[in-house]
């Protein structure tokens, strides 16, 4: 019998589940050969692996076979955070460790990626012509002049030539950055012209929607602003000509060059990520070869479970870092399904559609399109063959309870249901997936391997059962070896590692349960707190949004200076719903019964949308500041916002409330 505080949880790994695993095998070998506990399954593995932090992370290069050109000297020389050294004195090539499959030539033949369009079927690209085609273009790209640590952007969709791309200018030891073509060339060139691209690889225009969308003139503003560059290589997805000065796509991959692997050291630059640049010019996060090879090897081979005979497909854009921690799906010689088109095209169960059709055994989405699916009454089970799906994953926001109980009940019962959370920023997941662990609903399964996570209250001391600040108090391998252009260090100390010295601060409001799961409550630096009780906005949207008539809401918490504390909700309503007294009334009673009487918003505002990020998350710290009467051009970069004209609404409001 289970008490109150320990319920059922939503679903178990059965015996054969749990011995089949990876992580099971990961551990049983670990115990034989570092002493890792035999016994007490995940928790032990995982209390193991913070507190024998070097050993777990030499425990994982042997375990996954990492390729050392030259070996190292101390797997971890300096724990300080910022400036942790990993794998000192060591060399070797992500590009080498992605493109392994293709040695072995039982699976030259096999899908490396499969590529879907909006028509919804798959393209094979085999493990023999990406390895060819990487091969051909590094070369290339040696005879451009492209030296390790030059800079290689990509203005591309999820298609196999920006995976080609990024590979091929990992195996020269270059640094590849991308962004997305639905971001304007205004938002583009904020990020790349801070990293100085000496090759752009560019489309002639995308398809989403069912439409297409031209990108020529953004791309010719990009090669105008961007003085850097030496190549330009064009993509013709719309079968335009390549534009005078540019080199076409097929001359550069036409060789049957075989790749050279650059060896570089451990900590040299793989790629730049962007923060969503919100609040200002985006921050470029610079993370390594070898420490995203580690953290994503770890992350994909033992927390996600996958192996040479699955198949990933994560709905993602190149201007998110999901897209690269997919093409990383290639280091455990999995299949990655890559999907370019709209996520609702041409009905809201378009990726269940996908999902099928490639037989996808992992599927990621977002939180958001699940909870879409549920009020759009998609049947998955019903409607499509999903038996290959063993998991389907979620992150971007946290998962409400409904779409737990949702997924279980319209996917499958035996579904093991992983909400994941980290961020740009480590490039993976500090608390998620665990295949060995029971599913609770509303929950995170647990901390990842070698992550430290604990919530901490404000003076730093850790708590359990309570809310408190998400913190990592040991160095990760893919945290940022540095900003771009931040020589003294100052911006990326600001950003972690300002209210806790030498710990980072992730920013995210969360609890860690006695069982060891993670519940997460939102952005800290946007929580609500009335009468001193600290609210996650993430727990008002799940209350709200399951209401018909509300599309999607925003919530903001304004501290006042006359000491008061006003809360409003902003909200999107369904099609043919009407903001009235009576809604206004069900929306209080809803929050009030399913929260609490503090969480009761002090108005509801009807706007026309709500503002997002590029990467599709709502944006509360800008229109906190909007509302708080900071000038637009202090509080929001427009070319980080989906749609900025929605920001004038709040502007006006901030304005003619004072």
């Keep these: 019998m289970t008490s109150a505080t320990q319920p059922e949880p939503l679903w178990s790994p059965g015996p054969d589940r749990i011995a089949a695993a990876r992580v099971t095998a990961f551990q049983a070998w670990a115990a034989e050969r570092f002493g890792a506990p035999a016994e007490g399954g995940y928790p032990a593995l995982h209390r193991w692996s913070v507190d024998e932090l070097d050993t777990f992370w030499q425990a994982v290069a042997e375990w996954f076979d990492v390729r050392f050109t030259t070996p190292w000297e101390s797997v971890l020389a300096d724990r300080s955070m910022p400036g942790a050294r990993w794998f000192t004195g060591s060399t070797l090539n992500y590009a080498e460790h992605a493109l392994r499959a293709a040695e072995d030539p039982a699976r030259a033949q096999d899908p490396a ?10 393209t094979p690209v085999t493990w023999a012509e990406l390895r060819r085609q990487v091969g051909s273009l590094a070369a290339e790209l040696r005879a451009l002049g492209v030296r390790p640590g030059d800079r290689v952007s990509g203005y591309l969709p999820n298609i196999p030539e920006a995976v080609v791309a990024l590979l091929a200018t990992a195996a020269v030891g270059g640094v590849w950055t991308s962004c997305a073509p639905d971001f304007g060339a205004r938002s583009v060139l904020d990020r790349f012209e801070q990293v100085e691209p000496v090759v752009l690889f560019t489309i002639d225009g995308y398809r989403y929607g069912g439409k297409q969308h031209d990108r020529r003139e953004t791309v010719a503003e990009l090669r105008e602003g961007l003085p850097s560059l030496r190549a330009v290589v064009h993509i013709p997805l719309l079968g335009t000509p390549a534009p005078e000065g540019t080199r076409p796509w097929s001359e550069l991959t ?19 990520l962007y ?8 921050k470029a996060i610079v993370q390594s070869q070898g420490g995203i090879l580690l953290e994503h090897l770890k992350q994909l081979g033992l927390h996600c479970d996958l192996g040479p005979e699955d198949r990933f497909f994560w709905y993602t854009s190149t201007g998110w870092m999901m897209w690269n921690f997919l093409v990383s799906g290639l280091l455990t010689g999995t299949t990655v399904v890559l999907y370019d088109g709209s996520p609702g095209f041409p009905d809201t169960g378009a990726q269940w559609r996908i999902a099928e059709r490639t037989r996808a055994t992992l599927y990621g989405t977002s939180a958001a399109y699940v909870m879409a699916c549920k009020k759009a009454e998609v ?5 499509f063959d999903l038996s290959a799906v063993k998991c389907v994953a979620t992150t971007g926001s946290p998962l409400p309870p409904d779409g737990f109980r949702w997924l279980h009940d319209e996917v499958a019962e035996d579904l093991w249901i992983a909400s994941v959370s980290g961020g740009t920023d480590v490039c993976s997941c500090f608390a998620g997936a665990v295949p060995t662990l029971p599913v609770h609903i509303g929950e995170l399964q647990a901390a990842c391997l070698g992550t430290d996570l ?3 209250d404000p003076a730093g001391k850790p708590l359990t059962g309570e809310v408190g600040e998400l913190v990592v108090t040991a160095p990760m391998p893919s945290m940022p070896i540095h900003f771009w252009n931040d020589a003294d260090g100052s911006r990326y100390r600001d950003s972690y590692f300002e209210m806790f ?12 349960t006695d069982r060891g799961s993670v519940v997460i409550h939102g952005r800290s630096d946007s929580t609500l707190n009335r009468q001193g009780v600290r609210m996650g906005s993430a727990d008002i949207y799940e209350a709200v949004e399951r209401l018909p008539e509300i599309k999607e809401s925003l919530v903001i918490g304004l501290e006042e200076p006359n000491g008061g504390y006003w809360m409003p909700l902003f909200v999107h309503l369904a099609p043919g719903a009407v903001l009235d007294e009576d809604l206004r009334k069900k929306i209080a009673a809803t929050i009030r019964e399913q929260l609490s009487p503090r969480h009761v918003p002090d108005e509801v505002i009807e706007v026309p949308a709500i503002p997002h990020t590029l990467t599709g998350k709502r944006i509360e710290v800008p229109v906190k500041r ?12 427009p070319g980080s916002v989906d749609n900025p004209g929605l920001l004038a609404f709040y502007e006006e409001l901030g304005r003619t409330r004072k």
């Excluded at 050279?260 to 790629?271: A, R």
């Excluded at 923060?275 to 985006?282: D, E, I």
């Excluded at 010295?501 to 860690?512: A, F, K, N, Q």
């Design 113 to 122: 990626l499969l590529h879907v369009d909006e028509a919804h079927e798959p």
């Design 254 to 272: 036409s060789g049957d060059t075989e790749p050279v692997f650059e060896p570089v050291p451990f900590d040299h630059p793989l790629w730049i």
């Design 275 to 282: 923060s969503s640049g919100t609040t200002g010019a985006p």
């Design 379 to 383: 049947h998955p089970s019903r409607d």
């Design 454 to 456: 604990q919530s901490w």
């Design 501 to 512: 010295p030498g710990v980072w601060r992730h920013g995210d409001w969360i609890t860690i």
């Design 626 to 637: 909007l509302l708080q009467g900071t000038p637009p051009a202090k509080a929001v970069n």
